[in-house]
């Protein structure tokens, strides 16, 4: 072989390579254009055109938009049943993250550790989680009812009176709460055993070694290294709270929810997404209805923003 051909054969080399970094890099961004056009598509521009006809009154049908400004929004305040809606989904929201987020994980921690039937166990906490809606909440229509429901049935045996779950103001947002939890409880069971399996196990070798107790290895060692999965189950568990919709709406449909549509007694179980649902398809206010949810879309941004902050303070990633 001649020099000639020995020095041109690195030349060619990084012509064949930048051929094929060419090629690559081409078919990286027509793959990945599908994907940003599809957010585009079904995500921005709804979220666009959302926030431009929140500026309007708009009925959807029959009518031209009317430019009404910041009107809609200004509404929003003085509006008594809005104001009521948002107290209600502050309160599911606490009620989840009190409640569902520390019961996945005991269920987590029950499930980490060698006993029988413990993959049938995990499954069947997990069920509802695929289980449709529509499903749960007529299911839950009968274990919530008042004369034959099986929840008053099981607190008979405990001395306690009968609880009117779906017609009492005071109860309806905690049956909701009860049957959310049910609900979504296996999820993040499930995240957190895979949080609780990627923890090495020489951390606990070593605190075995030192004497401490199941305790203090939970605190100490399980918590600070669980955190990660935490904060991801805490936020995702909040921006989905916020959304509730189809709980409400099919558990009370039918019931003593008045003018607005699965709210329960009184109004007790209107929430955001609720209201907002009544607001631009059942009364034909899509601007208002906009509006709203426009409002929830920033409480969601504010939220997010403030636990990525937060997050630095407790969150530790292991190294």
């Known amino acids: 072989m001649s020099e000639r051909s020995i020095d041109k054969t690195p030349v060619q080399n990084r012509s064949i390579m930048s051929h094929r970094d060419k090629a690559e890099r081409m078919w990286g961004f027509i793959f990945v254009g599908f994907v940003v056009s599809g957010i ?22 029959g009518k031209n938009p009317v ?57 069947a906490y997990y ?12 299911v839950w229509r009968w274990v919530l009812s008042t004369e034959y429901g099986l929840l008053n049935y099981f607190l008979g045996f405990l001395g306690i009176k009968k609880v009117a779950w779906l017609t009492d103001p005071g109860w309806a947002m905690p049956g909701l709460i009860i049957m959310s939890i049910w609900k979504g409880v296996g999820f993040n069971m499930v995240l957190f055993l895979a949080g609780l399996k990627n923890i090495p196990t020489v951390y606990y ?5 030192d004497g401490a107790g199941n305790l203090k290895k939970f605190f100490k060692i399980t918590l600070p290294l669980l955190s990660p999965t935490t904060f991801f189950i805490l936020l995702t568990t909040v921006i989905h709270s916020f959304q509730i919709f189809e709980q409400a709406l099919i558990l009370f449909s039918g019931g003593a929810g008045g003018e607005i549509t699965g709210a329960g007694p009184d109004n007790a179980c209107n929430t955001l997404v609720l209201y907002l649902y009544n607001n631009a398809f059942k009364w034909q206010r899509a601007g208002y209805g906009s509006a709203q949810a426009f409002f929830l879309f920033i409480i969601l941004i504010i939220f997010t923003i403030i636990q990525m902050r937060l997050q630095k303070r407790w969150v530790h990633y292991e190294v």
């Open 205 to 209: 070798e070593a605190a075995d070694i």
């Open 40 to 61: 585009l598509t079904f995500m921005g521009f709804p979220l666009l055109y959302g926030i431009y006809i929140s500026f309007f009154k708009w009925s959807i049908i």
């Open 67 to 123: 430019f009404l400004g910041l009107k809609n929004y200004a509404s929003l305040l003085n509006d008594h049943l809005f104001v009521q809606a948002l107290g209600n989904t502050v309160k599911y929201v606490i009620g989840i993250i009190v409640f569902c987020v520390p019961l996945s994980l005991l269920l987590a921690l029950l499930f980490n550790r060698e006993m029988p039937f413990v993959e049938g166990l995990k499954i």
């Open 127 to 138: 069920l509802p989680v695929i289980t449709m809606m529509v499903a749960i909440a007529m």
